[in-house]
């Protein structure tokens, strides 16, 4: 984005918001709505799920799967999925991770009408026990679940992507495809493959060229492995059961995984809001939509300002890029030897001798969703208007993890 394209958010945005008093947080429904199409034509006809762990607000959710291309949900725990099926947004969510949540495996098993919305991620024995041990089968309605096939690349047996699944060939993946098969109380309906080293992580990180190319040609590489293990596993599983779906992807990732024969529909979130983390990439850079605000309280020094609060840090390893992103106005960068604190968050830049005591500071947080973790609310703006305020999860009194 342009400074001067900057500088007319910045002027939007304090002209939607002049009655508020910071903290507090906006998404520009120009670009979510931008991010939601081009996410969806990114995917080349197949649909789009959720992921509410993205995005961690009802109406946001509903907007997006208001837009062609996307449909159904990716809930990130199993009390989040039942609460987004009885308040009736969607009858399709599966839950992205595995569950030891005993109260809420006794609700899906009491209920049919949830046990045929919610699907639940597996990737051994063991959480198959589990839900036996909550609730007999014969006892209660049929589980749905999905194979979580991990999605790493394991080049001359070193690890590269996150540690999931322990599911990696596509054997193992048929091994525990037979064995449901053959319990009482499950159907396997889905499989699923998430691409972290290619979907989150970022082939263009700022200023650090060949580091850029070293992640495209592991990307690549990973890419053509996993081309032909999701293939390979589903052809494994197919002996066992008929799947409904394949789920792998992200935001980083759409247009590639979308490309795999073998998948049938593509996740993605983080890409609506825009967080500053897909600054970092080549294939496409959504438009940020989120921002927060923080007041200028004190000036400590000449080329310095001080906002309230402001450590909002991401999730992932400890590093610099997890921090929030100064953004608007532009020229405003964190202090190294103290970053972004609970309390303050002193800022330095040409930007700052033009700012005074009571105006604002806007950020972008790291990540998405999680900066409605900080906020009971998110203001819609459109054009150089709130024209609605909406609760986030916390907002609803909703804590999932």
């Given at each position: 984005?342009?400074?001067?394209?900057?500088?007319?958010?910045?002027?939007?945005?304090?002209?939607?918001?002049?009655?508020?008093?910071?903290?507090?947080?906006?998404?520009?429904?120009?670009?979510?709505?931008?991010?939601?199409?081009?996410?969806?034509?990114?995917?080349?006809?197949?649909?789009?799920?959720?992921?509410?762990?993205?995005?961690?607000?009802r109406a946001l959710i509903e907007r997006a799967l208001a837009t062609p291309g996307w449909r159904g949900v990716m809930s990130y725990s199993l009390a989040e999925a039942i609460w987004l099926v009885r308040s009736g947004m969607t009858h399709d969510a599966l839950v992205a991770y595995p569950t030891a949540d005993r109260t809420a495996l006794r609700e899906l098993a009491a209920d049919p009408g949830l046990a045929t919305s919610i699907t639940l991620m597996v990737d051994g024995s063991a959480q198959l026990d589990l839900v036996d041990t909550v609730a007999?089968?014969?006892?209660?309605?049929?589980?749905?679940?999905?194979?979580?096939?991990?999605?790493?690349?394991?080049?001359?047996?070193?690890?590269?992507?996150?540690?999931?699944?322990?599911?990696?060939?596509?054997?193992?993946?048929?091994?525990?495809?037979?064995?449901?098969?053959?319990?009482?109380?499950?159907?396997?309906?889905?499989?699923?493959?998430?691409?972290?080293?290619?979907?989150?992580?970022?082939?263009?990180?700022?200023?650090?060229?060949?580091?850029?190319?070293?992640?495209?040609?592991?990307?690549?590489?990973?890419?053509?492995?996993?081309?032909?293990?999701?293939?390979?596993?589903?052809?494994?599983?197919?002996?066992?059961?008929?799947?409904?779906?394949?789920?792998?992807?992200?935001?980083?990732?759409?247009?590639?995984?979308?490309?795999?024969?073998?998948?049938?529909?593509?996740?993605?979130?983080?890409?609506?809001?825009?967080?500053?983390?897909?600054?970092?990439?080549?294939?496409?850079?959504?438009?940020?939509?989120?921002?927060?605000?923080?007041?200028?309280?004190?000036?400590?020094?000449?080329?310095?300002?001080?906002?309230?609060?402001?450590?909002?840090?991401?999730?992932?390893?400890?590093?610099?890029?997890?921090?929030?992103?100064?953004?608007?106005?532009?020229?405003?960068?964190?202090?190294?030897?103290?970053?972004?604190?609970?309390?303050?968050?002193?800022?330095?830049?040409?930007?700052?001798?033009?700012?005074?005591?009571?105006?604002?500071?806007?950020?972008?947080?790291?990540?998405?969703?999680?900066?409605?973790?900080?906020?009971?609310?998110?203001?819609?703006?459109?054009?150089?208007?709130?024209?609605?305020?909406?609760?986030?999860?916390?907002?609803?009194?909703?804590?999932?993890?």
């Amino acid at each position: 984005m342009t400074t001067s394209a900057r500088d007319a958010l910045r002027e939007r945005l304090d002209k939607a918001t002049g009655d508020l008093d910071p903290p507090f947080a906006v998404v520009d429904l120009a670009a979510f709505d931008a991010n939601a199409r081009a996410l969806a034509r990114r995917a080349g006809g197949k649909p789009l799920r959720t992921a509410s762990k993205s995005v961690r607000s009802r109406a946001l959710i509903e907007r997006a799967l208001a837009t062609p291309g996307w449909r159904g949900v990716m809930s990130y725990s199993l009390a989040e999925a039942i609460w987004l099926v009885r308040s009736g947004m969607t009858h399709d969510a599966l839950v992205a991770y595995p569950t030891a949540d005993r109260t809420a495996l006794r609700e899906l098993a009491a209920d049919p009408g949830l046990a045929t919305s919610i699907t639940l991620m597996v990737d051994g024995s063991a959480q198959l026990d589990l839900v036996d041990t909550v609730a007999a089968p014969g006892h209660r309605a049929d589980i749905r679940v999905c194979l979580d096939i991990d999605g790493s690349w394991r080049p001359f047996g070193l690890h590269v992507g996150v540690r999931r699944s322990p599911l990696h060939a596509a054997a193992a993946a048929g091994t525990l495809a037979r064995e449901i098969a053959g319990r009482r109380g499950f159907r396997l309906v889905g499989l699923m493959a998430y691409d972290a080293q290619i979907a989150g992580l970022g082939d263009a990180p700022p200023s650090q060229t060949l580091r850029g190319l070293a992640i495209r040609l592991m990307q690549r590489r990973s890419y053509h492995d996993l081309l032909r293990r999701r293939g390979a596993a589903l052809a494994a599983v197919r002996e066992h059961a008929e799947v409904e779906f394949f789920n792998s992807g992200g935001t980083g990732s759409v247009a590639a995984t979308a490309a795999d024969p073998a998948v049938t529909e593509v996740t993605a979130g983080s890409g609506l809001y825009g967080p500053a983390l897909f600054d970092g990439y080549r294939a496409w850079r959504p438009e940020p939509a989120a921002f927060f605000a923080l007041a200028v309280v004190r000036r400590p020094a000449r080329g310095y300002v001080t906002v309230s609060g402001g450590g909002w840090i991401a999730s992932g390893q400890t590093h610099a890029t997890r921090q929030p992103l100064p953004w608007l106005p532009a020229g405003l960068r964190l202090v190294g030897a103290e970053g972004a604190g609970e309390v303050q968050t002193p800022l330095r830049g040409a930007a700052a001798e033009g700012l005074r005591v009571g105006d604002r500071v806007w950020f972008r947080h790291a990540k998405a969703g999680e900066l409605c973790e900080h906020v009971n609310e998110l203001h819609l703006v459109d054009g150089a208007e709130v024209v609605e305020t909406v609760p986030t999860y916390r907002g609803e009194g909703r804590a999932f993890l």
